[in-house]
């Protein structure tokens, strides 16, 4: 068979990265002084059956099969990754508890440290971390952390796969987050959660000392125990438009730690979304995730950044995040930048193209459901209530897809009631596309082969996918003989003009039935996949911004003038 000729992309970002790249802080909710980062070049060497087969560098957090890693290799599924990195601590840095900090690693993980076994952890998208305090020495420490990923899928794997092609990405294994130290003292703030209402915030404490102190806007509020009501004076509400945000610092011993926190709530009334109580029409983006130097990551922070401020100056207010977490620092410049997050949990179990795809294309969109045995049940939930747990202090992020498309779904119902008790205070849509749920807060809607005609729903209707025109552009382009898209288009102009009128001739008729978000797939290329307004090396916008603001502005006053319509709404 004949092998797809493919090409190297290189970004603008691959310029910015350093010796330790991904060196930023990278939980922006909970900072404190005491911060090692053990990112940058680490020894590595792959061994199948007791073979080596690669023995070299790698720059981590980096996955090997990325170009700038500097290994550039397929993984197997019996290859067993061993990392190691040689380290001293800074002068001054230990502390009574020295934690481990690994963002993530894909997916099963062993951690050793200067021979001594730390421990383990299963799965591909979460943080972990150890307390390392009685292994460390105070000259030369060495870490070893051994990773097998054999793809196994009733662990979330999103759209990895071990053959890629067409809307199936390449395979990443090992570390591909950031790895850290922290000094924390015996009885530390492990976690801070943040309700937030229009007026201020709900917080509840983990751990910590009993008296507590929070600095705010110049004052201080000492309190015991491990919850506390901090009310706002003038209250600055957080929109897309407006992202205010505001920082406070925690004291509870002598621990500190940094935070910030937004003013907004989500909620749903009669058949529309509102953000601080008022209705909203969520214009956005599929947002795979994936960049053509680092794949799961780009080479820099800025690369995150600029997806996010790109799209917010071609008019869109959302992004969904599909079937992938990122690192918090997505997240965090998603907060201050004002980019609402529609976040995917990552599904798992057997994809089947007849029952998942062709078929709900076409015709059957109800009554299916998968068969789940009980550990892929759990490690589906257990991913999802992580995925939860981490984000819940994000104002960006407002609404939650459990299911897409039917991939790997089971018991739907019970699974909104069991998530959505964690948290009341976002939207969940519980299969987005088809196979529909009884229970779940929006009509979730995709339609890619058939002009978009909607019916008004007693439930908000959102058109969570839609378009995937492609235009491929010349030199920016992964593979250079395949190409895969909804719709073809060979001149920048046509290919413009088409996607403006899709909008225009059939998402402002479908708003007047009560449409009240959109997803248009997608924000960038990936790989065989052409349909991004950006090109997978983000080198090309291929929209002008200009005209797709214009475009975004029609969209709002045509919400506008059908609120004016449903007044009660308002």
Known sequence: MKRPVTVDLTTEYESESTSVPFSEYPRPQLKRDSYFCLNGEWELSIVNGGVETFNGKIVVPFVPESRISGVKREIKRDDTLVYSKRFVLPEGFKNEVTLLHFGASDQYTDVYLNGEFVGSNVGGYLPFSFDISSLLTDGENLLTVNVTDPLDIDLPYGKQTNKRGGMWYTKVSGIWQTVWLESVTENYVKGIKITPDLNGIDLVIDGGAD??????????????????????????????????????????????????????????????????????????????????????????????????????????????????????????????????????????????????????????????????????????????????????????????????????????????????????????????????????????????????????????????????????????????DKNYGYKTFTSPHDYEDALVALYENEVMSAIGQGLCATVYTQLSDVEDETNGLLTYDRRVLKVDPERMVALADKLYSRFSEFLGEKTHLC
């Open 211 to 480: 008296e507590k102190t929070i600095e705010f806007d110049g004052r201080e509020y000492t309190f015991s125990g491990s919850s506390y009501r901090l009310d706002v004076d003038d209250p600055i509400c957080w929109t897309p438009n407006n992202p205010h945000i505001y920082r406070f610092s925690l004291r509870s011993g002598v621990d500190r730690v940094e935070s910030y926190f937004a003013l907004r709530t989500v909620a749903i009334k009669d058949n529309a979304i509102l953000l601080n109580d008022t209705p909203i029409f969520m214009h956005g983006l599929l947002d795979q995730g994936y960049f053509s130097d680092g794949i799961f990551l780009p080479a820099s922070a800025r690369g995150f950044e600029e997806d996010i401020v790109r799209m917010k100056q071609c008019g869109f207010n959302m992004l969904r995040k599909h079937i992938k977490l990122e690192p918090e620092l997505f997240y965090y410049y998603c907060d201050i930048h004002g980019m609402l997050v529609w976040q995917d949990f990552i599904n798992n179990g057997k994809y089947s193209f007849l029952i998942d795809t062709a078929l709900p294309t076409v015709l059957l969109r109800r009554g299916i459901t998968h068969s789940a045995g009980e550990r892929r049940r759990k490690c589906f939930l257990d991913t999802s209530k992580g995925i939860m747990n981490l984000l819940y202090n994000h104002p960006c992020v407002v609404y939650y897809t459990i299911f897409n498309e039917g991939w790997g779904q089971f018991d739907a119902d019970g699974c909104y009631d069991m998530l959505k008790q964690l948290d009341k205070t976002r939207i969940f849509d519980t299969t987005s596309g088809w196979f529909k749920a009884k229970r779940t807060d929006v009509e979730s809607e995709h339609i890619y082969f058939k002009p978009i005609r909607l019916k008004r729903t007693k439930k908000p209707l959102v058109l969570s996918e839609f378009g995937g025109y492609s235009f491929k552009v010349e030199g920016h382009s992964f593979n250079l």
